[in-house]
C-alpha cells in the first residue's frame, strides 16, 4: 500500500494530557482528508537541572520531534498549555533550536495553525495561540484559523476559538473536552490538510 502524499506534523507538549487530547483530535481532522497523515510528536520538558537528559524515546504519547519531520511535512499543527498567558517553556525552546529551519527556509509556504488547553477558563488561551503565531510568521508559514462558518465558536463555553483549537481543562487538567471544543479542533485540522493539499497542487 502507497503511504499517503502528504504529511501534516502535528506538535504539541502536554504536561497532564488535555493538549494531547486536542492534538488526536487534529490529528483526526487531519486523516479525514484524503491523501493526508497526521504524524503526531512531542517536544521533551525543559529541566532546571542541568544535568536532567530525557530518554530518547518517552513513556507515553508521542515521539520525540526530529528535524526531518519539519523537513518532511507539508503542514504544522503546533500546541501548547498555556504557561501565564504564554506557551510553555519546552514549546519555546524547541522553537529558539530552528534557527537552520529559518534560514534555509524549510517551513516557509507552508500552512500552520495552533491549539492550547488552560486550567482555567479565562487563563489565557487567545494570548497563548497568539503567541505561538509570532515565531511561525518568522518562519513565513502560513497561519490558519478557524472561521465564523463554524456556529460552534457562538455557542461554546469552553475553549474553541477564531485563532485555533483550544480547551478549559480544570485546575486538575480533569475536565472533559466539550462536544464543541472536539468538533472545533477536528474541523481545525482537516482545514489545515486541505489547505495543504490545494497549495500543493498549486504549485
Not at 144 to 166: E, I, K, R, V
Not at 180 to 186: C, F, P, Q
Request: contains cysteine.
Amino acid at each position: 500500500m502507497n503511504s499517503p502524499e502528504l504529511s501534516i506534523l502535528v506538535l504539541y507538549y502536554s504536561r497532564h494530557g488535555s493538549t494531547r487530547k486536542l492534538a488526536e483530535l487534529i490529528a483526526q481532522g487531519v486523516e479525514s482528508v484524503p491523501g493526508c497523515e497526521a504524524r503526531l510528536r512531542t517536544v521533551p520538558a525543559v529541566s532546571t537541572v542541568s544535568e536532567a537528559v530525557e530518554p530518547d524515546i518517552p513513556n507515553e504519547g508521542a515521539p520525540y520531534v526530529d528535524r526531518q519531520d519539519l523537513q518532511e511535512c507539508a503542514g504544522l499543527a503546533l500546541g501548547s498549555p498555556t504557561r501565564f498567558g504564554n506557551m510553555a517553556a519546552a514549546v519555546k525552546y524547541f522553537l529558539d533550536g530552528t534557527t537552520s529551519e529559518w534560514l534555509s527556509g524549510t517551513l516557509a509556504g507552508k500552512p500552520a495553525c495552533v491549539f492550547t488547553s488552560t486550567g482555567s477558563l479565562h487563563g489565557g488561551q487567545e494570548s497563548t495561540l497568539l503567541s505561538m503565531m509570532l515565531p511561525l510568521m518568522h518562519h513565513g508559514m502560513l497561519l490558519l484559523g478557524l472561521p465564523y462558518t463554524h456556529p460552534q465558536l457562538m455557542t461554546t463555553a469552553s475553549g474553541g476559538t477564531p485563532y485555533g483549537a483550544s480547551h478549559w481543562s480544570g485546575a486538575g487538567g480533569n475536565q472533559p473536552l466539550s462536544d464543541d471544543s472536539r468538533t472545533l479542533a477536528v474541523a481545525l485540522g482537516r482545514r489545515l490538510a486541505e489547505t495543504a493539499v490545494r497549495l500543493r497542487s498549486a504549485s
